[in-house]
């Protein structure tokens, strides 16, 4: 599944998971575990509730065992999103933060999930081409999970806006996930 992956995205782009703490308590400990590149999105000393829930950057390095661990264990259960970007870590995680807070019309401030497949292919298709430019800044482009298994949808920003492809996977990705 990792190859059908990474064919999607651009060649020598880096590829990161954002991983959704809240979804899973135990992906903050699992990333830990990995000792693979990750970084917390949110700034600052936590408390470890919130560090545990927090939103987590993980470099994906094809060919280490916690990218095909990652996917056994996470993907088809709303782990994360993938994306692919010729920016540093630094650079990217300064990006991806800006969106970590919305605003309702209302006025009020809510946190916005949009690492959360089933949120991310729910807000892309309702973005104005500006919101989709300015969401992707170094971003080349994101891939969410579908609803049903084997399927996976990949985000890129065109030039009229969102371009939304379905892509097929292996069927051993469903088995995989079944699995763990």
């Not at 060649?11 to 998971?17: R, T």
């Not at 590149?37 to 916690?66: D, H, I, K, M």
């Not at 065109?158 to 371009?163: D, I, N, T």
Request: include cysteine; charge should be positive; hydrophobic fraction near 45%.
């Amino acid at each position: 599944m990792i190859a059908r992956i990474f064919k999607e995205l651009d060649s020598g782009a880096q590829v990161f998971a954002v991983l959704d703490g809240a979804r899973d308590r135990r992906i903050r400990n699992w990333l830990l575990d990995t000792r693979a590149p990750c970084w917390c999105l949110y700034r600052g000393e936590l408390p470890a509730a919130l560090e545990n829930a927090a939103p987590w950057l993980l470099r994906l390095v094809p060919g280490q065992p916690y990218v095909d661990d990652f996917l056994a264990r996470g993907w088809g259960n709303a782990w994360g999103i993938l994306l692919a970007t010729h920016v540093p870590s630094k650079d990217l995680r300064r990006h991806l933060r800006r969106f970590l807070r919305a605003r309702t019309e209302e006025g009020r401030i809510l946190a916005f999930r949009y690492y959360d497949p089933r949120v991310l292919r729910i807000y892309l298709p309702t973005c104005t081409r500006e919101e989709i430019a300015a969401f992707f800044g170094p971003v080349g482009a994101f891939i969410a999970e579908a609803e049903e298994p084997g399927a996976a949808y990949v985000f890129r920003a065109a030039e009229a806006g969102l371009e939304t492809r379905r892509i097929e996977l292996p069927a051993a990705a469903a088995s995989e996930r079944i699995a763990s």
